[in-house]
């Protein structure tokens, strides 16, 4: 085998196209080799104690590991193959193991003990301060105070609740590639917008079949269920994706099992920790205090929004009944009449309005806010990608000093893991005179290009796009040189969608819009009359958004505070429970909503799926400032809120900390004061 591209030294850039699923277990084998006896020397009693003889070295040989790793586990989920699964899947014990190993360690666990009660550990940098302090809290939520059966057990639990995540996510990814809809009759997609027929008449071709392809993709599936007018068509694709990786749809993806054995560990795990529940454990780590504390905040925001989500629903019942002939209005019309609805009341479509959007146009818009606010320049980079979709992006200061790379994957494609999600390969880290800069990678599932044109966004694409870029500036504009302290490593985990969410905000804002669009045959920018229909339907149904929001999160703490788990009917009669609480659509009673969650059961939010609403606090509050700044500006402001003495506050007290304190005192450090709902219903329309 040619040198393994694995093992490259950290300080470069890793040669994705040259990455095999053979390079992958024998690089994890060398770097666990290394990683483990860096722990032993750590925890070596006679070295002094100092942060130089046992923190660094430890940093030097673990980031290897964790950066192999990483790498591993972005291209399982991007670009899934039968051999690379196979090879994932392999090492996934052995890191889980040596995770274990390594929180379970008592000489290491000793010698942090030591470093922290040191003569001047109080004159030591705030940041590697708090890396102690949080090493010690997760160690000790890592069991190594645990003896005999307990930490044996423990230690299975750990290898099992990562190999039962990792099916789950392979489920759901399989049940949705194994999908699929051949349509010979071209009657029956009547009202799908033009590029989306062109998607799905080549998406057949390849498959060497006839007609039309529709798959449960995203940019297959969500148009069809807001545009295509027949009906028994809507409910064939509702059912389809409403039953993914169920004993309803192909059983042999069915992860009612896996949920069941899940919550189960969970629960195990938490009690042999001295937690009741996996939300009293998870709740260590974040800035809510308590389960009760969080059920409160989401039954008092249902309870704001539950009016306006019935005022929603009726609205659009009534609509259905007398101009679409929908007298039911079952759970597969409601995006159809949704739509419809939108289009009656403001005078335009989503698809009207993404002509505007090309992905190129969009890109750079991106960039020239980015640059406004935080001062920094993006510019395209050629690199070693793993696919041909995706691409490098050069993050630099004005001067042109490198700050980071991102890599850009946009497109859904078959392989791929669903949604939108950015994560970390390399951390900024800072070893004598040398500064490392991070490296992120940023993951979307768009339309792809086609007919020799760029690829369409929709204005929630658009959206989606500005979220996952505020998480990658969060890692990337990082100032903060231990890797124990970088956002995504000590960042409370609801507080970290407080970047991704608030850049959602500049996607409504005159001046970003005017740089984020060019139609895609006259390269126009989107027309002001246009732009004010678009804002003028910005919490069109926010009631209801609301709500199904709060409906998720709720089902999740009230899952995870059960002290025994639950088999698959008791989480199904939870779910069910909850909607009668705060929902008001309700799915027919074969829909497995859990079965495809995989934000809970694969993705690291089990108990923790309320942070996007209480961040969302966060970000609207800190957006108010921006709102502010433009206010005083006066009317002839011509930039709107892109303000960049606040963004610099931003940057500096937000972005560049990480977690070198907690979120409370950065949020108070640019707020001025403690966060307030005030804007977050203000922004949704529910402020009266």
């Known amino acids: 085998m040619t040198q393994n591209p694995l093992l490259a030294p950290v300080s470069d850039l890793i040669d994705y196209a040259a990455v095999q699923p053979a390079h992958i277990v024998p690089a994890i084998e060398t770097l666990l080799e290394g990683a483990r006896e860096a722990v032993d020397a750590a925890a070596d009693e006679s070295l002094p104690a100092t942060w130089e003889a046992v923190v660094q070295p430890l940093d030097t040989a673990s980031e290897r590991l964790w950066r192999a790793w990483s790498v591993a586990g972005h291209l399982n989920a991007v670009v899934n193959t039968p051999e690379?699964?196979?090879?994932?899947?392999?090492?996934?014990?052995?890191?889980?193991?040596?995770?274990?190993?390594?929180?379970?360690?008592?000489?290491?666990?000793k010698q942090y003990q030591r470093l922290h009660a040191a003569a001047d550990f109080a004159q030591w940098d705030s940041v590697r301060r708090r890396v102690i302090e949080l090493a010690l809290r997760d160690f000790r939520l890592s069991g190594v105070e645990l003896q005999g059966e307990a930490r044996e057990r423990y230690a299975v639990i750990s290898d099992r609740e990562a190999q039962v995540s990792q099916k789950f996510s392979e489920n759901v990814l399989d049940a949705i590639d194994a999908w699929s809809l051949y349509i010979e009759d071209e009657s029956r997609l009547a009202g799908l917008p033009a590029d989306v027929l062109r998607a799905t008449r080549q998406a057949a071709e390849e498959d060497d079949r006839s007609g039309w392809k529709l798959t449960l993709k995203m940019p297959c599936y969500l148009p069809v269920m807001q545009y295509a007018k027949d009906r028994d068509l809507r409910a064939q694709m509702y059912r389809a994706y409403g039953t993914v990786a169920s004993e309803q749809g192909e059983t042999r993806f069915d992860n009612s099992p896996l949920i069941e054995e899940l919550l189960s560990l969970r629960a195990e795990e938490s009690r042999l920790l001295g937690y009741g529940t996996f939300a009293a454990l998870r709740l260590q780590t974040r800035m809510a205090r308590d389960a009760d504390e969080v059920t409160t905040f989401l039954r008092d925001l249902a309870s704001r929004a539950r009016s306006y989500a019935e005022r929603d629903?009726?609205?659009?019942?009534a609509f259905a009944a007398s101009e679409l002939g929908l007298e039911s209005l079952e759970p597969w019309d409601v995006p159809y009449a949704a739509e419809r609805l939108r289009e009656s009341r403001y005078?335009?479509?989503?698809?009207?309005?993404?002509?505007?959007?090309?992905?190129?146009?969009?890109?750079?818009?991106?960039?020239d806010v980015a640059e406004s606010l935080f001062n920094v320049r993006l510019r395209p980079t050629d690199v070693s990608c793993w696919h041909a979709d995706a691409r490098g992006v050069r993050v630099e200061t004005p001067d042109g000093a490198l700050i980071g790379h991102l890599y850009l994957d946009l497109y859904a494609r078959s392989g791929k893991q669903s949604g939108a999600w950015v994560d970390s390969e390399r951390s900024r880290r800072r070893v004598g005179d040398r500064v490392q800069t991070p490296v992120v990678y940023l993951t979307c599932n768009f339309a792809r290009p086609g007919d020799g044109k760029p690829a369409l966004l929709t204005h929630d694409d658009v959206i989606t796009l500005f979220h996952e870029s505020g998480h990658a500036l969060h890692a990337l504009l990082s100032e903060v040189d231990e890797p124990g302290a970088s956002a995504f490593s000590a960042v409370e985990w609801d507080a970290i969608e407080l970047p991704s969410q608030f850049m959602e905000n500049f996607c409504w804002e005159w001046p970003v819009v005017q740089r984020l669009s060019a139609h895609v045959e006259t390269g126009e920018p989107l027309p002001r009359t246009l732009y004010d229909k678009l804002v003028a339907a910005?919490?069109?149904?926010?009631?209801?958004?609301?709500?199904?929001?709060?409906?998720?999160?709720?089902?999740?703490?009230?899952?995870?505070?059960?002290?025994?788990?639950?088999?698959?009917?008791?989480?199904?009669?939870?779910?069910?429970?909850?909607?009668?609480?705060?929902?008001?659509?309700f799915p027919p009673a074969w829909h497995r909503f859990p079965h495809a969650f995989s934000h809970l059961f694969a993705g690291g939010y089990g108990a923790g799926y309320y942070s996007y609403k209480w961040a969302e606090v966060l970000s609207a509050d800190a957006y108010e400032a921006f709102e502010e700044a433009a206010a005083a500006a006066g009317a002839d402001n011509a930039i709107g809120t892109l303000d960049a003495a606040t963004g610099a506050r931003f940057r500096k007290e937000i972005l560049a900390v990480g977690g070198a304190r907690p979120a409370?005192?950065?949020?108070?450090?640019?707020?001025?004061?403690?966060p307030r709902i005030d804007a977050?219903?203000?922004?949704?329309?529910?402020a009266g």
């Not at 690379?84 to 666990?109: D, I, M």
């Not at 479509?349 to 750079?364: G, M, N, W």
């Not at 005192?665 to 403690?674: D, I, L, Q, V, W």
């Open 84 to 109: 690379l699964r196979e090879a994932y899947n392999a090492a996934l014990p052995l890191v889980t193991e040596f995770s274990t190993w390594v929180g379970l360690h008592e000489g290491l666990y």
């Open 313 to 317: 629903l009726a609205e659009l019942k």
């Open 664 to 674: 409370a005192e950065s949020f108070e450090a640019f707020r001025g004061r403690a």
């Open 347 to 367: 005078a335009y479509s989503e698809d009207e309005i993404k002509q505007y959007f090309t992905e190129p146009r969009v890109l750079q818009g991106l960039f």
């Open 680 to 686: 977050l219903l203000r922004h949704s329309g529910m």
């Open 538 to 585: 910005r919490n069109f149904q926010s009631g209801m958004q609301t709500v199904r929001q709060i409906e998720f999160a709720l089902f999740d703490m009230l899952l995870h505070s059960r002290a025994n788990g639950a088999s698959i009917q008791e989480t199904l009669a939870l779910l069910e429970e909850v909607r009668k609480e705060v929902a008001v659509l």
